[in-house]
């Protein structure tokens, strides 16, 4: 069974990209085009699509389907065709915008990590910024991470909130008198794991995309303690105050790649390009240090 290139691009960017509005905008087709292209490459795999909160499974055996991504993802490392990256809602602006050479950039929405993982594992992505802790590990058989950064997590809660009025005073038992922002159960595991000894991460949202209004929004509008860093300050559409609290987590950006391409050039070059875009962050940020 052979898929045209083209074709299964239609597939995987909307399962990618969420959207055929947004599947369209990057492959510079119609929405009509990436619906009935789509329609097509399901039928030949005897496979079809349904949405599971908020995303695009595939019902029925994939075995085939991953077999011929494997080749198209293959061909696409050995050719000049654009390779797929992805990163977190905070990290892609800064590193991605515009795009690396050679590269499309995603939405940069996933907020949990299983999404990322399982497509670049079958191949419908090809790089990551993941978040570490929430990163594979250095034994990681399939994956390969690259550390770029570290930086402490910090808790921040709005000016008007009365933690914000206690000062230098504020302690951890005054922020667990409070809602503290947590995300779906396991979204993110070693960060949710940490947090949660220290008695946060107890307001829950189910949402597995980024949404403003699902983060930091609550921090603005419901009193809810949240979590910054150096890098997320400048998301905050108001003003917003660091609690004088060590949480001893510190957090960071990790590069992610399939093992079988952690040597080829095209790689090696977007990671001294990424390199470079975290020396330049580094420099303008002092709690951030770098990892390579």
């Not at 993982?117 to 034994?139: E, M, N, R, S």
């Not at 000894?197 to 995309?209: F, K, Y």
């Not at 979590?227 to 108001?238: G, Q």
Request: charge should be negative.
């Amino acid at each position: 069974m052979v898929v045209e290139v083209n074709d299964l691009d239609c597939l995987d960017f909307l399962i990618w990209l969420r959207t055929g509005e947004n599947a369209a905008q990057k492959l510079n087709r119609t929405q009509a085009t990436i619906c009935r292209t789509t329609k097509r490459v399901c039928e030949a795999f005897d496979i079809s699509l349904k949405k599971e909160e908020g995303e695009w499974a595939i019902i029925g055996d994939d075995y085939f389907l991953n077999l011929e991504r494997k080749i198209h993802q293959e061909y696409r490392w050995r050719n000049p065709l654009p390779l797929r990256i992805e990163a977190q809602y905070f990290s892609g602006p800064l590193y991605l915008q515009p795009a690396p050479a050679g590269f499309i950039a995603g939405n940069f929405d996933f907020a949990e990590i299983r999404f990322p993982i399982a497509h670049l594992k079958t191949g419908v992505i090809d790089v990551w910024i993941g978040a570490y802790p929430d990163v594979p590990k250095q034994d990681d058989p399939d994956l390969a991470s690259f550390h770029l950064t570290r930086l402490p997590m910090r808790l921040a809660v709005s000016k008007f909130h009365p933690l914000a009025r206690m000062g230098n005073k504020v302690t951890l038992d005054d922020v667990r008198n409070y809602p503290c922002l947590a995300l779906k159960d396991g979204a993110f595991p070693e960060v949710q794991k940490q947090l949660c000894a220290l008695g946060l991460w107890n307001t829950q949202t189910l949402h597995s995309r980024y949404d403003y209004s699902k983060w930091e929004g609550m921090t603005e509008d419901q009193a809810t303690v949240g979590y910054a860093t150096a890098f997320t300050e400048r998301v905050f559409e108001f003003p917003a105050i660091n609690l004088p609290i060590d949480l001893s987590l510190d957090v960071g950006d990790t590069i992610v790649v399939k093992r079988t391409y952690a040597d080829h050039p095209r790689f090696t070059h977007l990671l001294k390009h990424l390199q470079s875009k975290a020396r330049e962050l580094s420099a303008v940020e002092k709690d951030v240090s770098l990892m390579f």
